[in-house]
């Protein structure tokens, strides 16, 4: 495989992309050497057919405000891969929504969905539109418009979108009923939707819960648990909501929030009811944590990251690219020992490489984060089977499968000194398994 040839070639023909293309070279290194033992996956050209989506879909979405003016935002949905099942993976709202990163996002899906053992294709899909200061009717009117459009290239069995940042259960609820209206059926194409209508129990929670399942598995690797760790968690939505409900669960300590305008620090710990504020503020819209650090009196550093605090296990919960170089070295010199992506590719290419260098346990968002995925497959299942889990059930069966996911990564990416490369070990699981069902299926 000639990886310079193969980037030079993507980067000629989708110049402007560069999510999409710091996604494909990080697997694509990780990868080489199993790939080239195989070269019956050179001969049917895997690397060349599955780092391009299947179809992209672009329309433009006119609704009309409270106002009565008319807006118009653009909607897409890419449907990468669905070599191992239906295509599955979350819409995402917010105004830096472009080609590049939800191809990035499809691309990653695929693998991470391959990850969880569950039949599922990678896919991805947004708007540039903000839920950020709209009207509950202006939402609603927006998600309707959206689907309108949508509604022909989604189903059961097709294409199974969920949530992402910016589309939670509101959004879902609003795009499902107007998917409904214009299907006449009741399925589940959606997951993430309410409990009254299909949804799972602790989906809301399922990613961050995931994380630390898998960040719990990295720990006793090392004979460490997570009782008494000091933790630094970025963002402040479900995901990072999630993380510190199990964290504190686990008997860690959180100490750090963020959002746009900073981060906030309480040494005392996140717990209680400090966790369901995390909430109150989520659902403000106003996407600030500075109101934290009025109400409970702590420090809040304004347009800074986390990451410079001391801490045992830093946990990237808000968006790409957020942990960088600079904030790589602050976290080695300060000893830190985990770093877990809950976020989707949270951490950038030069931080892992130190991370890495300095062996450091470092697990990347593919399989760190495959916990929602995971209960989002969870809950089509129950949907499929139209039968409703306990909550204990859908936990277990999670917990089950990041475990699953730990025992690939230790397989694939166990180095020669014993360290485990993470990064190594889940793409190439990933990789095999979407390659094989790929080659089982014929040239398509």
Not at 264 to 283: A, S
């Amino acid at each position: 495989m000639n990886i310079e040839h193969i980037l030079s070639t993507l980067e000629a023909k989708h110049p402007g992309e560069p999510e999409y293309l710091q996604a494909v070279k990080e697997v694509l290194h990780s990868i080489e050497e199993v790939y080239n033992r195989h070269p019956e996956f050179e001969k049917a050209r895997i690397i060349e057919r599955l780092v391009e989506p299947d179809r992209i879909f672009t329309f433009k979405v006119p609704w009309v405000d409270d106002k009565g003016d008319v807006q118009v935002n653009l909607g897409y949905r890419i449907q990468f891969n669905n070599a191992i099942g239906p295509y599955k993976g979350g819409i995402r709202f917010h105004a830096s929504v472009n080609l590049s990163i939800l191809k990035f996002l499809g691309f990653e899906q695929t693998f991470k969905n391959a990850l969880t053992t569950l039949p599922m294709g990678g896919a991805k899909g947004g708007s540039d539109f903000s839920p950020r200061g709209k009207s509950d009717a202006e939402i609603m009117r927006f998600c309707q418009a959206f689907m309108l459009e949508l509604w022909r290239h989604i189903g059961p069995d097709t294409d199974v979108p969920a949530g992402d940042i910016g589309v939670g259960g509101r959004e879902v609820g609003y795009m499902y009923g107007m998917y409904k209206k214009l299907r006449r059926e009741n399925t589940g194409t959606f997951t993430g939707k309410g409990l009254e209508f299909g949804g799972s129990l602790i989906r809301p929670e399922a990613t961050g819960f995931g994380g630390l399942y898998f960040v719990q598995q990295m720990l006793a690797t090392r004979n460490q648990t997570l009782k008494d760790k000091i933790i630094a968690v970025s963002g402040f939505g479900n995901v990072a909501w999630g993380a510190v409900t199990k964290a504190v669960e686990l008997g860690a300590k959180v100490v750090t929030l963020s959002g746009p305008d900073g981060y906030i620090y309480d040494p005392d710990g996140i717990t209680g009811e400090k966790i369901d504020y995390m909430l109150e503020l989520r659902n403000s819209g106003d996407d600030i944590i500075q109101p934290y650090a009025q109400k409970y009196g702590v420090p809040f550093y304004p347009g800074r990251r986390p990451w410079e605090q001391k801490v045992d296990i830093a946990l990237p919960c808000a968006t790409q690219n957020e942990l960088d170089e600079t904030d790589a070295r602050q976290l080695i010199g300060n000893g830190v020992i985990c770093v877990g992506e809950i976020s989707n590719m949270g951490c950038r290419p030069e931080a892992i490489d130190l991370f890495i260098a300095h062996r450091i346990m470092y697990g990347p968002g593919k399989a760190v984060n495959a916990g929602g995925v995971a209960t989002s497959g969870l809950e089509m299942t129950q949907n499929a089977m139209h039968i409703a889990w306990s909550a204990e059930e859908v936990d277990e069966r999670l917990h089950r499968i990041m475990s699953d996911i730990h025992a690939q990564c230790v397989k694939y990416g166990t180095e020669p000194d014993g360290y485990i490369n993470y990064m190594k070990g889940a793409n190439i699981a990933g990789f095999m398994k979407v390659a094989r069902a790929m080659m089982a299926q014929g040239i398509l």
